[in-house]
């Protein structure tokens, strides 16, 4: 299986609600966010996908949490790192539209060992 991916950081912040202080408080993250495209084969250029098309989409999606509280852009009470990879998957499969054969898999990591992820077919 073939694999193309790209990754950026952004710090976010939000509050996980009925939780004891700091995670119970808003509080920030340095989040690292890795996105994947994998497929079988490769498509008449030779690619799995335009890493170009893919870097853009990331960033994109990325500029609409930077700096910001998650629970004024993703629709959630509590926006945990699952519901965080869930969130931009969606956007990026928005972004990227339809790719037979591919799936594409996102991982949002809250710290250096911890993350959450989301994948499904494009």
Do not use: I, K, N
């Not at 995670?23 to 497929?39: A, F, K, M, N």
């Amino acid at each position: 299986m073939y694999e193309t991916g790209t990754a950026l950081q952004v710090r976010a912040f939000h509050v996980m609600p009925g939780m004891p202080p700091p995670e119970g408080e808003r509080h920030s993250h340095d989040y690292r966010l890795d996105v994947v495209v994998r497929r079988d084969d490769l498509d008449e250029r030779g690619m799995v996908v335009d890493l170009d098309l893919l870097d853009q989409a990331l960033r994109d999606a990325a500029a609409r949490v930077e700096g910001v509280d998650l629970e004024s852009v993703v629709p959630a009470e509590a926006v945990t790192v699952e519901v965080f990879a869930r969130w931009l998957h969606d956007q990026l499969a928005a972004s990227l539209g339809r790719l037979p054969g591919t799936t594409l898999a996102v991982r949002v990591w809250e710290s250096s060992v911890a993350f959450g992820g989301y994948s499904s077919s494009l």
